[in-house]
């Protein structure tokens, strides 16, 4: 913050770190905002429910937080993300506090909660909010398919959230990030290593390039009774479902716990080489163009700044419309004179290439200052001057 003039004021919201209550009949809980994702948990699930929301960064990050970048976990799929499970919310503002009750639903004119929701802390600060629980689940199930290209396999992710299957999460690499999985598995044994070869020789047999294939991931949880399982990948997309090469497979589930790739940059960074994410989400009809758009735009840059770079991409949250694409970029700066400006060319090459395609600048990783020149392209810079009007009109009663 060395060019920034402006005085600046840290607040610490660490000891508003309790469930207040819970509503059990409404399926509620009201909790302080400065919890971290596994303390929330802890108090949720010594009571048997659970909020349901687990970023990559759930265990740095706060309730606060995520509805001030309004963020979306990873079983997102099923419970929502953070504006859908977040009713009702309160926020100390410049002018008083803001209390936003929290109703089931509303007609009562714009929606005050909007636009809090993803304010980054320009409104408020966010002290306390209630939020959907739910029972936590009896069983989970892992089901993983492997899917011979991308093309196949965006058709098939599609298809499953057209279908009446409800995972909490549906994602799906492709074949340079599956290539990347592989490569960096933990201490694979000489039994893993025969495994994986026996595999690919198969798939060969059967006329399927491992090269070009894609592990699509379904991960169910609920109630034994109530669970529906996609009996296919692409039922209800006859088409799709007849290329598309499955084996259901019951795993043990991921814990939150386990989420470790988010510190996968540092470790990078500690050895030269320069990584970053990009996640955007577009109607189903955009994803091939956008996926092409980002992966040649990625490579052009590395091409243009003469460095070595990978760049891969997973589907990680569905959506009735369409998807989230997420992509992961890295390149070695070695020989690069200015190494910052040099990460900057590459973000904003994949950035570009979202807007050129019509699709959001950030899915899940909100607008900070990094992406804030790209979003007064995406929504004009009048609307917003109009917005701010419309919201200082339309607060609430302050209590
Ligand atoms: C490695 C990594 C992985 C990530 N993975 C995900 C992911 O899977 N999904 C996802 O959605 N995001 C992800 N993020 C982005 C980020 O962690 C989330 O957006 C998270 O919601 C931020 O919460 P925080 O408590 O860390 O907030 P901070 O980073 O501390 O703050 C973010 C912004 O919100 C404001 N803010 C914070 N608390 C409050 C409050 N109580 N009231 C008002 N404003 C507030 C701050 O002023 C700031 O503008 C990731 C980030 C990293 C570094």
Same mark, same amino acid.
């Given at each position: 913050?060395?060019?920034e003039?402006r005085p600046?004021?840290s #607040?610490?919201?660490?000891r508003?770190d309790?469930v207040?209550e819970i509503?059990e009949a409404?399926?509620i809980?009201?909790?302080q905002?400065?919890?971290?994702?596994?303390?929330?948990?802890a108090? +949720?699930?010594a009571?048997g429910?659970?909020l349901?929301h687990?970023?990559?960064?759930?265990?740095?990050?706060t309730?606060g937080g995520?509805i001030a970048t309004? =963020?979306?976990?990873m079983? =997102?799929d099923?419970y929502?993300?953070v504006?859908?499970?977040t009713?009702?919310?309160r926020?100390?503002?410049?002018?008083?506090?803001?209390?936003?009750?929290p109703v089931?639903s509303?007609?009562?004119g714009?929606s005050?909660?909007e636009?809090?929701?993803? $304010?980054?802390?320009?409104?408020?600060?966010i002290t306390?909010?209630?939020v959907?629980?739910?029972r936590r689940?009896?069983q989970?199930l892992i089901l993983? /398919? +492997?899917l011979?290209t991308?093309a196949v396999s965006?058709?098939?992710?599609?298809a499953?959230?057209?279908?009446e299957a409800?995972?909490?999460v549906?994602?799906? &690499?492709?074949?340079?990030?599956?290539?990347?999985s592989?490569?960096t598995?933990?201490t694979?044994t000489p039994v893993?290593?025969?495994?994986?070869?026996a595999?690919?020789a198969? *798939?060969?047999?059967?006329?399927?390039?491992p090269?070009q294939?894609?592990p699509?991931?379904h991960? #169910?949880r609920g109630?034994?009774?109530?669970r529906?399982r996609?009996a296919?990948?692409?039922?209800?997309?006859?088409q799709a479902a007849?290329r598309?090469?499955?084996r259901?497979q019951?795993?043990r589930a991921?814990?939150?716990e386990?989420?470790?790739h988010a +510190?996968?940059?540092?470790f990078l960074l500690?050895?030269g080489? *320069?990584a970053?994410?990009?996640e955007?989400?577009?109607?189903w009809?955009? +994803?091939?163009?956008l996926y092409d758009g980002?992966?040649?735009?990625?490579r052009d840059?590395?091409?243009?700044?003469?460095v070595h770079? /990978?760049?891969?991409?997973h589907l $990680?949250?569905?959506y009735?419309?369409?998807?989230?694409?997420?992509?992961t970029?890295?390149f070695?700066?070695?020989g690069v004179?200015?190494?910052?400006?040099? /990460?900057?060319?590459?973000? =904003?090459?994949v950035?570009?290439?979202?807007?050129?395609?019509?699709a959001?600048l950030s899915?899940?990783?909100?607008v900070?200052t990094e992406?804030a020149?790209?979003s007064?392209r995406? =929504?004009?810079?009048?609307?917003?001057?109009w917005?701010g009007? &419309?919201?200082?009109?339309?607060i609430?009663a302050?209590?």
């Open positions: 913050m060395e060019d003039a600046i004021v #607040l610490d919201l660490a508003l309790r207040l509503d409404s399926r809980a009201r909790v905002a400065g919890v971290f994702g596994p303390a929330l948990e108090q +949720l699930g009571r429910w659970t349901g687990f970023p990559d960064s759930f265990s740095h990050s309730l995520w309004r =963020s979306s976990g079983q =997102s099923k929502g993300d504006a859908d499970l009713r009702g919310l926020a100390v503002t410049p002018g008083g506090i803001l209390a936003i009750r089931p509303t007609s009562t714009p005050v909660r636009m809090m929701l993803g $304010s980054e802390g320009r409104l408020g600060v306390e909010a209630t959907h629980v739910h689940p009896e989970r993983g /398919y +492997l011979p991308w965006l058709e098939v992710m599609r499953i959230a057209a279908s409800t995972p909490s549906t994602r799906v &690499s492709d074949a340079p990030e599956t290539a990347f592989f490569a598995r933990k694979p893993d290593r025969l495994k994986s070869r595999l690919q198969l *798939l060969r047999r059967r006329g399927i390039d090269a294939i894609v699509g991931l991960r #169910l109630h034994p009774a109530a529906r996609p296919a990948p692409g039922r209800g997309d006859r007849r598309a090469r499955h259901p019951p795993r991921l814990r939150p386990e989420v470790r +510190l996968h940059r540092d500690d050895r080489a *320069l970053d994410v990009a955007t989400s577009a109607p009809s955009a +994803l091939p163009a980002a992966m040649s735009a990625t840059a590395f091409a243009g700044l003469g770079g /990978y760049v891969m991409c $990680s949250h569905s009735h419309a369409g998807a989230c694409l997420y992509f970029f890295a070695r700066a070695a004179r200015d190494e910052l400006a040099a /990460y900057r060319t590459v973000k =904003s090459a950035q570009q290439s979202f807007l050129d395609a019509g959001t899915h899940h990783h909100a900070g992406h020149p790209g007064s995406t =929504s004009r810079r009048r609307a917003w001057r917005s009007r &419309s919201w200082r009109a339309s609430p302050r209590t």
